[in-house]
């Protein structure tokens, strides 16, 4: 079964920076493509970032040229680096793998809250 696990979330000034990681471990073969969503209150889950197994990166407008996404296959890990965080980066961000073309389910999330 594979659990992923996400952590680097907390509290943040707005223009302040925070690096978030996740973790897959279990049965889990070939991986695609990691990549990072996030969800804020009241809204749907929203694409951030993603990267492919060949370190090819895709991100959201709102998110472009202050994220960075990067990946360590070897243990499976992706991690996203945030700067320039604004208020509305505010939202439980979730790791995303991709095994065969298919999700595997979601970790727990980790929140990020960026204030004034």
């Known amino acids: 079964q594979v659990q992923l696990v996400e952590s680097g979330g907390g509290l943040v000034q707005a223009g302040g920076s925070l690096r978030l990681s996740c973790a897959a471990s279990g049965s889990i073969s070939s991986i695609n493509m990691m990549g990072w969503w996030r969800q804020a209150p009241g809204k749907q889950r929203d694409l951030v970032a993603t990267?492919?197994?060949?370190?090819?990166?895709r991100y959201a407008d709102s998110v472009r040229g202050r994220f960075t996404i990067s990946r360590e296959n070897a243990k499976s890990a992706v991690f996203l680096q945030m700067s320039s965080l604004k208020l509305e980066d505010t939202a439980v961000y979730y790791c995303?793998?991709?095994?065969?073309?298919?999700?595997?389910?979601w970790g727990q999330g980790t929140q990020v809250t960026v204030s004034s």
């Open positions: 995303a793998v991709f095994s065969g073309g298919v999700r595997l389910p």
């Open positions: 990267i492919t197994i060949g370190g090819t990166t």
